[in-house]
């Protein structure tokens, strides 16, 4: 069997402290389900490499990479240092777009043992998938400054809607939803105030709806749909939004079910052209890094749905996969947790305990 060439980014901050733990998870899970990774660990695509170079990567980042099927990846930014636009231009959103990681999808889910903000929610209440665009939409470096400097300043953002980059995020979360009990999707849009590329993004919502007829399809303007994460967020399963609107939806859906500390995310080019991306959602946290606090449980869940991933969510890999999750859960419900989640367990102990559980998986569900 040929090994999963994977490399490990760990960027910043408490990436530095999370991805450690998501590696130890990572060997725990490669030995007792015997798949074999052979892991390279970077240190650019980070502040400290910009500092020192001048730039987030080196020139020759992509021959670097080549051969390689997965980036695991920390988090990336050091505003006091560098500009959040240059470093995630420069790193994370290079990779995105070099690498068209197209579809962003970003699980939020209530554990039981996790309390939750919104008053009387319980597990199993807060159980959707966002499927967020992730190359373009409202993320873009188009437009620019006219004026500059006085106060006639004029500022002008593109945006940009491509209809094979819209479409085939749609068609992604059509499938997925129609894969799911529930078979229901939410797309986000707001065509009633931005008047050309939502109308439009409305009509290829409507366009793709025909093609899957078994799904329940609800368009929301976001401004209802964030106040209904809080409100009813037992009635979302699968939500479509592009790139800004997905960004702020998957940190309100994570809030909602306690903490960042937990939001995992996969970057994919479904293709499999090129290497595809795993990370948490929060990102390199400056107010708490140094401190040995951060919940690495987000990078860990983000390490599972990499193996999920790369073994086409079959075999030894789904095994793998579903043996990490329940490791999460145990832990969440009765083990070690970080003070985000209200302990004061360290990044390392939560690891470790995580770690020895998927060490540990019965023989029963190892396959
Ligand atoms: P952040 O997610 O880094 O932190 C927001 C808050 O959540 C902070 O109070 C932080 O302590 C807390 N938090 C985040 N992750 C946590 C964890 N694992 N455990 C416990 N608490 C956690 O967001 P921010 O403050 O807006 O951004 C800080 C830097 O990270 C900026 O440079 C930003 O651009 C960057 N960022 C990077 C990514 C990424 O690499 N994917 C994502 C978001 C933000
Ligand atoms: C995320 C982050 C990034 C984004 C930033 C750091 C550019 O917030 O992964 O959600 O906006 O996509
Ligand atoms: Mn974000």
């Known amino acids: 069997q040929q090994a999963h060439r994977i490399a490990v980014i760990p960027g910043d901050g408490i990436g530095k402290e999370v991805a450690p733990e998501g590696v130890r998870v990572l060997q ?31 020139p020759d ?21 560098v500009p959040d636009h240059i470093s995630l231009w420069g790193s994370l959103l290079k990779f995105r777009r070099e ?22 929610r319980r597990a199993g209440d807060i159980d959707y998938l966002i499927v967020r665009e992730n190359t373009e939409g409202e993320y873009t ?18 945006s940009v809607f491509s209809r094979h980059g819209t479409d085939r995020v749609l068609r992604f979360a059509f499938e997925l939803a129609r894969q799911r009990p529930r078979q229901r ?11 050309i590329s939502m109308p439009w993004w409305d009509q290829r919502v409507d366009a793709m709806a025909r093609q899957f007829p078994d799904v329940h399809i ?14 009813q967020p037992q009635r979302f399963d699968v939500v479509v939004a592009s790139n800004l609107f997905g960004d702020i939806l998957s940190d309100l859906g994570p809030a909602s079910a ?45 390490g599972a749905l990499m193996l999920d ?48 559980l998927v060490a540990s998986t019965p023989a029963s569900n190892v396959l």
């Open 309 to 356: 991933f790369l073994g086409h969510g079959q075999g030894a890999a789904r095994a793998a996969h579903d043996a990490i999750v329940r490791a999460i859960e145990t832990v969440l419900a009765s083990g070690p947790r970080t003070p985000d989640l209200g302990g004061t367990a360290s990044t390392t102990d939560v690891g470790q305990a995580i770690a020895a």
């Open 61 to 81: 980042w992509k021959a670097q990479l080549q051969g390689t099927d997965a980036l695991y990846f920390g988090a990336v930014g050091w505003p006091s240092a």
């Open 218 to 231: 609800d368009k929301q303007h976001i401004d209802i749909l964030a106040a209904r994460f809080v409100l």
């Open 99 to 120: 690498f068209d990681q197209y579809i962003n999808l970003r699980p939020v889910r209530l554990f039981e043992g996790v309390p939750s903000p919104l008053a009387g």
């Open 28 to 58: 725990a899970a490669s030995q007792r389900f015997g798949i074999p990774l052979e892991l390279t660990h970077i240190d650019w695509a980070s502040c400290d490499h910009y500092q020192q170079h001048g730039s987030m990567m080196p």
């Open 258 to 302: 306690g903490t960042m500390g937990l939001a995992p995310s996969a970057n994919l080019n479904p293709e499999r052209t090129f290497p595809s991306l795993f990370e948490p959602v929060h990102g390199s946290a400056p107010d708490i890094y140094g401190r040995n606090i951060a919940n690495p449980i987000a990078m860990i869940w983000s």
């Open 141 to 158: 470096n188009l437009g620019g400054i006219m004026f500059e400097g006085t106060d006639r300043e004029i500022v002008v953002q593109e």
């Open 185 to 195: 999707l939410t797309a986000a849009t707001k065509s009633n105030g931005v008047a």
